[in-house]
């Protein structure tokens, strides 16, 4: 008798003590502030870490020639003058990096310029440039945590540990100590300010304006993080689908992605390039994908709101097809070529960034030293691609652009 009433008793869970309270570090100066914190303690350790160092280079290729960038801009040169005759002489090339990087680095040097000697000023840009976006990254990770942690009690130790662990975790900052002057950190720190926006609800829409707003110059940087921007922006839209009172927020978020991602096209792009199309870069055909694409989500938003669910996911589909009907129309990018097969991408090949002459010795030199020029298979005949990245047929330079996506 006494095993069977033990056995019917009830296990006893071990309960955790509860957390002391803190500070609501959840109210927007604190979280502000915090994220000043996390700058302020990582700038000083980067900063005594790698600042000695910048005398000794100009970190990689990209460092040095955006640095080249900036002192052209600082000595006179047009800000749409963009062809670099340095780069593949005497034909030259235009460069699809964003101008805006450029006049940023090249203000913070003038503006340093007033306290210190022209050397100094170059010196100190290159330490604190990449040193200011971590503010924007942190805000926004803390953003994001914020938003993750408050349907718990423990909100305020959600944001605290986030803290923490940025200051600690110091792999992080690979793209963020002094002398990494290139667009990677920019670009991290918009996604992220991108994502954040992303997941605030309620009834103010400042995170959808947020969100719409850094994904737009997070594109007029670069490319690279074109995938991750693209599902912020499918997530938004499947959120209306199945939640019709979000159509306030996917209007504001459309409406901030097309007028940023316009505006940075017409400040950083000639007036004589508008018209061109691009793969790495963003470019009439993007641009009008994506104006396509946020016209249509107003539209959805605003004509479907009452509909069933089904309803309004066919009309996204129908959006998205719009879109990419609207690129491909503007030129066929690389994207749009890989994915329906097309041959060797000759639109990237003719001239991704502008030029459109091209010395084969010097592409294929060019391409077989990048690290990410690598075949997409180990062994693809059929697309010109080969084992180590290594043209199977010389004249066949498909393997190029293939291989930039391996």
Same mark, same amino acid.
């Given at each position: 008798?006494?095993?069977?009433?033990?056995?019917?008793?009830?296990?006893?869970?071990?309960?955790?003590?509860?957390?002391?309270?803190?500070?609501? @570090?959840?109210?927007?100066?604190? @979280?502000? @502030?915090?994220?000043?914190?996390?700058?302020?303690?990582?700038?000083?350790? *980067?900063?005594?870490?790698?600042?000695?160092?910048?005398?000794?280079?100009?970190?990689?290729?990209?460092?040095? $020639?955006? *640095? !080249?960038?900036?002192?052209?801009?600082? %000595?006179?040169?047009?800000?749409?003058?963009?062809?670099?005759?340095?780069?593949?002489? =005497?034909?030259?090339?235009?460069?699809?990096?964003?101008? *805006?990087?450029?006049?940023?680095?090249?203000?913070?040097?003038?503006?340093?310029?007033?306290? !210190? &000697?022209?050397?100094?000023?170059?010196?100190?840009?290159?330490?604190?440039?990449?040193?200011? /976006?971590?503010?924007?990254?942190?805000?926004?990770? @803390?953003?994001?945590?914020?938003?993750?942690?408050?349907?718990?009690? #423990?909100? #305020?130790?959600?944001?605290?540990?986030?803290?923490?662990? $940025?200051?600690?975790?110091? =792999?992080?900052?690979?793209?963020? %100590?002094?002398?990494?002057?290139?667009?990677? &950190?920019?670009?991290?720190?918009?996604?992220?300010?991108?994502?954040?926006?992303?997941?605030?609800?309620?009834?103010?829409?400042?995170?959808?304006?947020?969100?719409?707003?850094?994904?737009?110059?997070? +594109?007029?940087?670069?490319?690279?993080?074109? !995938?991750?921007?693209?599902?912020?922006?499918?997530?938004?839209?499947?959120?209306?689908?199945?939640?019709?009172?979000?159509?306030?927020?996917?209007?504001?978020?459309?409406?901030?992605?097309?007028? #940023?991602?316009?505006?940075?096209? *017409?400040?950083?792009?000639?007036?004589?390039? /508008?018209?061109?199309?691009?793969?790495?870069?963003?470019?009439?055909?993007?641009?009008?994908?994506?104006?396509?694409?946020?016209?249509?989500?107003?539209?959805?938003?605003?004509?479907?709101?009452?509909?069933?669910?089904?309803?309004?996911?066919?009309?996204?589909?129908?959006?998205?097809?719009?879109? !990419?009907?609207?690129?491909?129309?503007?030129?066929?990018?690389?994207?749009?070529?890989?994915?329906?097969?097309?041959?060797?991408? #000759?639109?990237? +090949?003719?001239?991704?960034?502008?030029?459109? %002459? %091209?010395?084969?010795?010097?592409?294929?030199? /060019?391409?077989?030293?990048?690290?990410?020029?690598?075949?997409?298979?180990?062994?693809?005949?059929?697309?010109?691609?080969?084992?180590?990245?290594?043209?199977?047929?010389?004249?066949?330079?498909?393997?190029?652009?293939?291989?930039?996506?391996?």
């Amino acid at each position: 008798m006494m095993r069977q009433t033990d056995a019917k008793e009830p296990r006893r869970r071990m309960r955790l003590p509860p957390l002391p309270d803190l500070p609501d @570090l959840t109210r927007p100066r604190r @979280l502000v @502030l915090a994220a000043l914190a996390v700058t302020v303690i990582v700038s000083v350790y *980067l900063g005594v870490r790698d600042g000695p160092g910048l005398s000794l280079g100009y970190g990689d290729t990209d460092d040095a $020639m955006r *640095l !080249v960038l900036a002192r052209q801009l600082l %000595h006179g040169r047009g800000w749409w003058d963009q062809k670099e005759m340095i780069l593949q002489p =005497p034909v030259g090339v235009y460069l699809h990096w964003s101008r *805006l990087l450029d006049g940023g680095i090249a203000l913070m040097q003038r503006i340093l310029a007033w306290f !210190v &000697n022209w050397s100094q000023a170059e010196t100190a840009t290159r330490c604190l440039w990449p040193l200011l /976006w971590i503010f924007p990254a942190a805000t926004a990770t @803390l953003l994001a945590t914020r938003k993750l942690g408050e349907q718990t009690a #423990s909100a #305020s130790w959600a944001v605290l540990i986030a803290a923490v662990v $940025m200051v600690l975790d110091q =792999p992080l900052y690979n793209q963020f %100590h002094p002398g990494r002057i290139d667009h990677h &950190n920019a670009q991290m720190a918009f996604f992220l300010l991108a994502f954040a926006g992303a997941v605030q609800t309620g009834p103010r829409l400042w995170g959808a304006a947020l969100a719409g707003s850094a994904t737009g110059l997070g +594109l007029a940087i670069g490319l690279e993080a074109l !995938v991750f921007e693209a599902v912020i922006g499918a997530a938004l839209a499947l959120r209306f689908v199945f939640a019709a009172d979000e159509a306030a927020r996917l209007s504001r978020y459309a409406q901030a992605l097309a007028l #940023s991602t316009v505006a940075a096209f *017409l400040i950083q792009t000639p007036p004589w390039r /508008w018209s061109l199309v691009a793969c790495d870069a963003i470019a009439f055909n993007l641009v009008a994908a994506i104006v396509t694409a946020s016209g249509a989500m107003v539209l959805a938003a605003g004509l479907t709101r009452a509909r069933h669910p089904l309803i309004r996911l066919l009309a996204f589909a129908v959006a998205g097809g719009l879109a !990419v009907r609207r690129c491909r129309s503007a030129g066929e990018t690389l994207l749009a070529r890989l994915c329906t097969g097309g041959g060797a991408l #000759s639109a990237c +090949l003719a001239a991704p960034s502008g030029p459109r %002459h %091209h010395d084969g010795r010097a592409l294929a030199a /060019w391409a077989l030293g990048l690290a990410l020029a690598r075949p997409a298979a180990g062994d693809a005949p059929n697309r010109g691609l080969a084992p180590l990245g290594r043209p199977s047929d010389p004249d066949d330079r498909g393997w190029l652009c293939h291989g930039a996506l391996g």
